[in-house]
């Protein structure tokens, strides 16, 4: 039986930029979103501020929505959506899970470094309306 996730994403905005993490276990050079999955009894704001916070030591506020996205293989099915959000306060120091970040620019030549399963979302976003 295929298993089933929700995660939540958060498109960090700062000086017309986003904060893109890069795995330490990730077999590529694609680029992630801060986040993961959400915990019970959890909403997603409330799953997104712990992730990024756990990630990056960053305390951020969820704005609003922006878009769904999806990854599906053989053995689970990731169902997630993205989040804008803005920094509250922190300077960022990564997890263990992460290897180093980038401030990638908030344009359509930033969305082919993103996991794939992120990139057409990303790409669907107005970016200069953001």
């Keep these: 039986m295929t298993q089933i996730n929700f995660s939540v994403k958060g498109l960090i905005i700062k000086n017309h930029e986003f904060l893109a993490l890069h795995k330490v276990s990730a077999r590529c050079e694609y680029f992630d979103l801060p986040g993961g999955k959400m915990k019970v009894n959890e909403s997603a704001e409330e799953a997104l501020c712990r992730e990024v916070l756990e990630e990056t030591s960053l305390v951020i506020k969820p704005i609003r929505l922006l878009h769904h996205w999806d990854f599906i293989n ?27 970040y980038k401030w990638l620019p908030l344009s359509e030549e930033s969305v082919p470094l993103l996991t794939p399963s992120l990139a057409q979302p990303i790409a669907d976003l107005n970016l200069h309306a953001i």
């Design 74 to 100: 053989d053995d689970y099915l990731i169902m997630g959506v993205i989040y804008l959000c803005e920094v509250i306060k922190g300077d960022i120091t990564l997890s263990s899970e992460h290897d180093y």
